[in-house]
C-alpha cells in the first residue's frame, strides 16, 4: 500500500497562486501514474490532472493553461501549481497514486478560494 500525505492548501484570494504537494511512501515510485483529483462540498469527485510514469500530463479542461502538474521521482513527490485561483476551484483536493496494484488515496488538502 502507498502511503500518501498532502501539503500545501490554504486560504487564498482569487487570481493567486497555491502549489500542492503530495510524498509517497513506496519503491519504484517512478512507475506510478500519479495524479490530482478534487471534491467540493455537494459535487462528486472529479481528476483534475494526471502525469504518466513517462511524464505525458494531462488536464481536465477547466484548469487547462492554469494549473501544471509535475512530479520529482528523487524525491517521490508530485506537486500542483495552480494559478489564477477562481472561486470554482474551492474543493478538497487529493492525491494519488496508480500501479498494478491499484489506487491509493492521500488524506486531501483544503483548498479555499475568496472572491
Known amino acids: 500500500q502507498v502511503q500518501l500525505v498532502e501539503s500545501g492548501g490554504g486560504l487564498v484570494q482569487a487570481g493567486r497562486s497555491l502549489e500542492l504537494s503530495c510524498v509517497a511512501s513506496?519503491?519504484?515510485?517512478?512507475?506510478?501514474?500519479m495524479a490530482w483529483f478534487r471534491q467540493a462540498p455537494g459535487k462528486e469527485r472529479e481528476l483534475v490532472a494526471t502525469?504518466?510514469?513517462?511524464?505525458?500530463?494531462n488536464y481536465e479542461d477547466s484548469v487547462k493553461g492554469r494549473f501544471t502538474i509535475s512530479r520529482d521521482n528523487a524525491k517521490n513527490t508530485v506537486y500542483l501549481q495552480m494559478n489564477s485561483l477562481k472561486p470554482e476551484d474551492t474543493a478538497v483536493y487529493y492525491c494519488?497514486?496508480?500501479?498494478?496494484?491499484?489506487?491509493?488515496w492521500g488524506q486531501g488538502t483544503q483548498v479555499t478560494v475568496s472572491s
Open positions: 494519488a497514486a496508480h500501479g498494478v496494484r491499484g489506487t491509493d
Open positions: 502525469i504518466l510514469s513517462s511524464g505525458v500530463r
Open positions: 513506496v519503491g519504484l515510485y517512478s512507475t506510478y501514474t
